[in-house]
């Protein structure tokens, strides 16, 4: 099917709360669910077409220009640096990337911090900035139970509640950066396809900044 713009989505936390947003702009993805197998998507006014992607793919499929869009957390674009725009920030997803580990451990003294995480990058320099030597453990699943088993000291995670913090025992030591949703463009499509991207951009820019 022929589109102008073709956008990704986050799959899973964020995927309602995109969805949302694109329907408030009067954007309606036809026949897109949550955990369809279905590859794209159009729109019901031709203009666009969706893909579901998993968050942290989403960068790289935008850079490179297989996608022209993409909304994405700035926990991913922070841990990436892909060469995108980042023209708008789509105010949901609202959450922070925290050091956290077990509730009253005093880490001001430590050399040495073994820290599990999902965003080596991140942490790294967060350690450094701070003039600690990181041991970094790269984790793809859960990373609370990585201090309860002696795997690590602390860990760098998203914390959005802090309940799964709580229930494993763990407490924020440091907030290392608030976390949003960012519309991300590929460079050349901002040139190559500037009309439609305005048009988009203007419709999203309507419904997130409407109370404000």
């Known amino acids: 099917m022929e589109h102008s713009i073709l956008i990704a989505l986050p799959k899973g ?4 709360s995109a969805l949302g947003l694109l329907d408030r702009a009067s954007i309606c993805p ?5 955990g369809s197998r279905k590859l794209t998507f159009p729109d019901k006014t031709g203009k666009y077409a969706f893909v579901a992607l998993k968050p942290v793919d989403i960068p790289v499929y935008v850079e490179s220009g297989v996608v022209d ?3 994405v957390g700035s926990d991913i674009l922070r841990e990436q640096e892909p060469d995108v725009f980042e023209p708008l920030d789509l105010r949901i997803g609202l959450c922070r990337v925290a050091l956290a580990g077990p509730a009253g451990q005093d880490i001001s003294s430590a050399s040495t911090l073994h820290v599990a995480t999902k965003y080596p990058r991140t942490a790294e320099r967060h350690c450094a900035a701070r003039h600690v030597h990181a041991h970094i453990v790269k984790l793809e699943g859960s990373v609370e139970i990585a201090p309860l088993l002696g795997l690590a000291d602390v860990i760098v995670d998203l914390v959005e509640t ?3 913090l709580r229930e494993n025992g763990l407490t924020i030591i440091e907030e290392i950066a608030s976390v949003s949703t960012k519309l991300i463009v590929n460079r050349t499509v901002m040139k190559t396809k500037a ?5 988009l951009l203007a419709n999203l820019d309507r419904v997130v900044y409407a109370n404000t």
């Open 195 to 199: 009309f439609e991207m305005q048009e």
């Open 13 to 16: 936390r964020l995927f309602e």
């Open 162 to 164: 802090g309940r799964t």
């Open 69 to 71: 869009v993409g909304m």
């Open 30 to 34: 036809d026949g897109m669910e949550n």
